[in-house]
């Protein structure tokens, strides 16, 4: 098992509503990277937040916003929720700041469903 | 952009049988390659990392090769037990440590 923690496990919205969901990382580390995965593919990067500061971003809207506090824990944003929102949300930590040369770790996911 | 594909999509063999899952990626300007493995609604376990420089990766029962050049990867596992059934995702690092994932293979070993 890693460090990485997510919250909460499970959650239901409706469309149009928002919704956050948490990321503790790994002690030790200060990058977090947040990725979609719908059923049956693999997962799609949304962004990432080094020392707080977004450091990258895949294809996703800006709907879609993070944050990232001085304890390098992290937040995923939603807004104007969609059908096509509802997907496995995972969080990953490592070490690396803008090389790539380090392990991810990644937490056990947020399973977000839209009705 | 980097795409990466997996094949098979998925895999039935019996327990005992030595198997081989491929990757392979259109951008060879990559920093490393990793393979995960997933269980069911479940997130994703770090299974070998080889970075760009190298050439294979061994931990117990499995065997990571990278050739860079060709974009190509192979994951190989020895002695399969039915433990060893779930989907293994192949994933490259391009800039920021962003991961470009495959859909992966869904493994089943049949005891």
């Known amino acids: 098992e890693t460090g990485v923690t997510q919250s909460p496990t499970h959650l239901i919205k409706t469309r149009g509503q928002q919704v956050t969901l948490r990321c503790s990382s790994q002690s030790g580390h200060n990058t977090v990277s947040w990725y979609q995965q719908a059923l049956g593919q693999g997962p799609q990067f949304i962004f990432q937040?080094?020392?707080?500061?977004?450091?990258g971003r895949g294809n996703f809207p800006p709907r879609f916003s993070g944050l990232q506090f001085p304890n390098y824990s992290s937040e995923l944003n939603v807004n104007a929720l969609e059908l096509d929102d509802s997907a496995l949300y995972l969080c990953?930590?490592?070490?690396?700041?803008?090389?790539?040369?380090?392990?991810?770790?990644f937490g056990p996911g947020t399973r977000l469903t839209v009705l | 952009k980097q795409e990466v594909t997996q094949i098979p999509a998925a895999l039935s063999v019996p327990e005992g049988e030595n198997l081989v899952l491929n990757c392979s990626f259109t951008?060879?300007?990559?920093?490393?390659l990793q393979w995960f493995r997933q269980d069911p609604g479940k997130g994703l376990t770090s299974l070998l990392l080889i970075q760009s420089s190298q050439r294979e990766q061994t931990s117990g029962r499995l065997n990571a090769s990278l050739d860079k050049s060709s974009g190509r990867s192979t994951l190989y596992i020895a002695a399969s037990q039915p433990g060893d059934s779930a989907t293994y995702l192949c994933?490259?690092?391009?800039?920021?440590?962003?991961?470009?994932f495959g859909s992966g293979t869904k493994l089943n070993v049949k005891p």
């Open positions: 951008d060879s300007a990559i920093y490393n």
């Open positions: 994933a490259v690092s391009g800039d920021f440590n962003k991961f470009y």
């Open positions: 990953a930590s490592s070490s690396a700041g803008l090389g790539g040369e380090n392990t991810q770790y």
């Open positions: 937040y080094y020392r707080e500061e977004e450091n």
